[in-house]
């Protein structure tokens, strides 16, 4: 079982890498929108540094919705989901493979570019790494629960904005907290433990739900 | 003795009968909602002796919550019964009974905002309260939007039904998200339900509102459930030998 999650993890890194540009266009994404929040709002620093959180969770949750759609459109296209379907293994462990595929691709570039960010913003160094901290717990989250949208939606017209009404909602208790953290510890606070752990309790949820709900989904959209 | 449990799940037995109730369960809403309201609008003594009478506006508020709520769990339950047995009646419920959830629960916001504005002096607050009754709008929009999203309705059933329970589940961590671990971070103007300490008149009247507005539901819902049957089953045989289709 684990060599099916190693086979379709495998195959899903080596296929995003010969097509580099779709793994770049969300994090430009990521770049460009918390780029833009200086020029619109203007460049004070207390207002920046303010924003900040809020800013920076929000343009994670866009990038991530941005690139849910290709979670499963190419291989449902190409009928490869329809092989994957068939297969004598859970459908459990090929759909978590993709999604934690579709992380490392996605998520991970995410809490690896926030350093440059926290820059932008004038954050200090430790509020940076407070903020690689939650984005690190928090963006796993962000793919588990985007998938059960993705394959509900599959191939469908305007598949794109319908998962964003589907999904944005769900995405909000990942904000509230992954801000909240990030604000608590630029309030001078050193302690947040509580919401690591209410992230990590989300994340453990959502690891254990939202893949049978994804596979169900993608038995009942290919059917 | 033997009961067919199934014999109601079969849209040709279920269309009559939903037909049939429809007239008691409006009749009961219209009595029920009339009662309440006058007996809450006029009948309540005032207990808030320094003329706030706006407060009566917690007759609609509190039963459209209540109720706003309560069908989203009605819905599921239909979705999860259709999902189990595989009934086609099911899903039809579930979906006949998204858009009342979904009108109860902009009223409740309507009402609430009217009265946030006079009481705290403003119509919206991120509230945890306010709040998470929002998202339970977008839940409900997400749900139709689904629904109608999807052409064929063997799968546009079974896709938004997974979603509803997915919402489901989502809905106590939202809630309680929202409601931050540090009360020192949230003050929220809502207050706390306090339903023990209601004087009873009013508690009765607000009781009586919601009943009302939930026998409203029921006959709604089964208009819009009669109108699915007869959309999804045109084809059947029964359907053409209807008096109001020939």
């Known amino acids: 079982m684990f060599r099916v999650f190693l086979t379709v993890l495998g195959r899903d890194l080596t296929l995003a890498m010969r097509r580099r540009t779709d793994v770049l266009t969300a994090l430009f994404f990521f770049i460009i929108v918390v780029s833009l929040f200086p020029l619109g709002i203007g460049s004070q620093k207390e207002t920046l540094r303010f924003i900040a959180p809020g800013v920076v969770w929000v343009a994670a949750l866009l990038a991530s919705l941005l690139v849910l759609e290709r979670l499963f459109a190419d291989d449902y296209a190409d009928g ?144 | 003795m033997h009961i067919n449990w199934f014999k109601y799940s079969a849209p040709v037995n279920f269309y009559p009968l939903a037909g049939r109730l429809i007239l008691p369960f409006a009749l009961l809403a219209i009595v029920l909602i009339v009662f309440g309201l006058y007996w809450g609008f006029a009948q309540t003594p005032d207990v808030l002796s ?130 931050c671990p540090d009360p020192n971070q949230c003050a929220s103007l809502h207050q706390q339900s306090s339903l023990k300490y209601v004087e009873s008149n009013i508690l009765l009247a607000m009781l009586v509102t919601a009943v009302g507005f939930w026998m409203y539901s029921f006959a709604v819902i089964f208009m819009r459930v009669r109108r699915l049957i007869l959309q999804r089953e045109r084809n059947a045989s029964w359907v053409a030998e209807l008096p109001e289709v020939k």
């Open chain 1, 80 to 223: 490869s989901l329809e092989q994957m379907l068939l297969i004598p293994q859970p459908l459990v462990i090929v759909v978590l493979a993709k999604i934690t595929a579709h992380w490392l691709l996605t998520g991970l570039p995410l809490v690896l570019i926030a350093p440059l960010v926290g820059v932008q913003y004038h954050l200090d160094p430790q509020e940076q790494l407070a903020m690689m901290a939650v984005l690190l717990i928090g963006t796993p989250i962000l793919s588990l629960i985007g998938a059960i949208g993705a394959a509900l939606t599959l191939g469908l017209r305007g598949g794109g904005v319908l998962v964003a009404l589907l999904i944005l909602p769900l995405y909000i208790p990942v904000l509230v907290y992954g801000a909240g953290a990030v604000a608590r510890v630029m309030g001078g606070s050193e302690d947040i433990t509580a919401y690591f752990q209410l992230l990590g309790a989300f994340l453990m949820l959502a690891l254990v739900l939202s893949p049978p709900a994804t596979a169900a989904a993608l038995r009942i959209s290919s059917e």
């Open chain 2, 50 to 179: 320094d003329q706030k009478q706006y407060y009566r506006i917690i007759y609609p508020h509190v039963a459209s919550a209540w109720m706003s709520m309560w069908l989203y769990v009605v819905m599921v339950a239909w979705a999860l019964v259709g999902l189990v047995f595989n009934t086609r009646l099911s899903f039809m419920m579930a979906s006949a009974t998204a858009p009342t959830g979904a009108l109860f629960t902009f009223i409740a916001l309507v009402t609430g905002a009217i009265w946030g504005k006079t009481s705290w002096g403003t119509w919206w607050d991120w509230d945890p309260r306010l709040t998470s009754e929002l998202i339970l709008l977008f839940l409900y929009v997400g749900y139709m939007a689904l629904q109608s999203a999807i052409e064929d309705p063997r799968r546009s059933d079974r896709a938004s039904a997974v979603l509803a329970i997915v919402g489901l589940i989502c809905i106590p961590i939202i809630f309680w998200s929202i409601n």
